[in-house]
């Protein structure tokens, strides 16, 4: 969490303050807002390399903020709620967001949480560091994927979105292809919450992931569904060749997240 700047976006100003101490007492920078424009008025202001959101905001519903925010960011972005219903969680998820807490939390879950979802969305690194220059890629049906950089490189040479759920889901893929993987394991490889049989956030992130990844997302043939049992990544993955990671490199802006 050192070096990273987190926009807190809640209408209880007790609970900025509470994570605003929380996050500063960890090395991060904290950026507030309160509703809706704010939020979207300071992520659009400057580099934010995290969003904690809450989803009730009084005259503002969270949901509609996370879906304003993914129209123009990948940003990651954790949920915070009171409410206990399931289809918040999976409406949040299928938005695009990164994880979900309910209150009343304890800190320390919020800080786990939050230097889990960075680590995932840098590779294992700080915001601030320069990744290496010699990191491998992996190629696979005409697009390049760097792992420690979280960056895909579509067919037509333009960098592809992704949230770092959506990321460490294909990274899950390429390291296992032409393996029939289980909803339980994709949910413990890619760090999610226990598996339970009516849970569909696999579902809804391999939903999203093929409409990124699959030449025609209604009639996939990257990760193909294995009735009763899960997925499973069907097309050839191999080591790209060294310029493979400058080519990402010079195709995404530095301000991508």
């Known amino acids: 969490m050192k070096h990273a700047k987190i926009l807190v976006v809640d209408d209880d100003p007790k609970i900025r303050t509470l994570l605003r101490r929380c996050f500063?007492?960890?090395?991060?920078?904290?950026?507030?807002?309160?509703?809706?424009?704010?939020?979207?008025?300071k992520l659009e202001a400057g580099r934010i390399d995290l969003v904690t959101l809450d989803l009730d905001l009084g005259k503002d519903d969270g949901l509609d903020v996370a879906r304003a925010m993914r129209q123009f960011s990948a940003v990651p972005i954790i949920m915070l709620t009171g409410k206990n219903d399931v289809i918040d969680r999976v409406v949040g998820l299928e938005l695009g967001?990164?994880?979900?807490?309910?209150?009343?939390?304890h800190?320390?879950?919020v800080v786990a949480r939050v230097k889990s979802v960075l680590r995932r969305a840098h590779g294992g690194a700080t915001p601030t560091s320069v990744p290496a220059p010699q990191s491998?890629?992996?190629c696979f049906d005409d697009m390049i994927a760097v792992p420690d950089e979280m960056k895909l490189i579509g067919r037509n040479g333009v960098p592809v979105d992704l949230?770092?759920?959506e990321f460490k889901l294909?990274?899950?893929?390429?390291?296992?292809?032409k393996r029939v993987l289980s909803r339980e394991k994709l949910m413990d490889f890619t760090g999610g919450n226990s598996y339970a049989p009516l849970d569909r956030t696999i579902d809804n992130q391999v939903a999203r992931l093929r409409k990124k990844v699959e030449r025609s997302p209604s009639s996939p043939r990257l990760i193909l569904?294995?009735?009763?049992?899960?997925?499973?990544?069907?097309?050839?993955?191999?080591?790209?060749?060294?310029?493979?990671?400058?080519?990402?490199?010079?195709?995404?802006?530095?301000?991508?997240?």
């Open 97 to 105: 967001a990164d994880d979900y807490i309910s209150k009343p939390f």
């Open 163 to 165: 949230t770092s759920g």
């Open 24 to 41: 500063e007492g960890e090395g991060s920078t904290v950026v507030e807002a309160c509703d809706k424009a704010s939020a979207l008025s």
């Open 225 to 257: 569904t294995v009735r009763g049992i899960g997925y499973s990544f069907t097309c050839d993955v191999k080591e790209c060749q060294s310029g493979a990671s400058s080519k990402i490199s010079a195709h995404v802006p530095d301000n991508a997240t």
């Open 107 to 109: 800190v320390r879950e």
């Open 170 to 177: 294909l990274e899950v893929f390429l390291t296992r292809p």
């Open 136 to 138: 491998h890629a992996l």
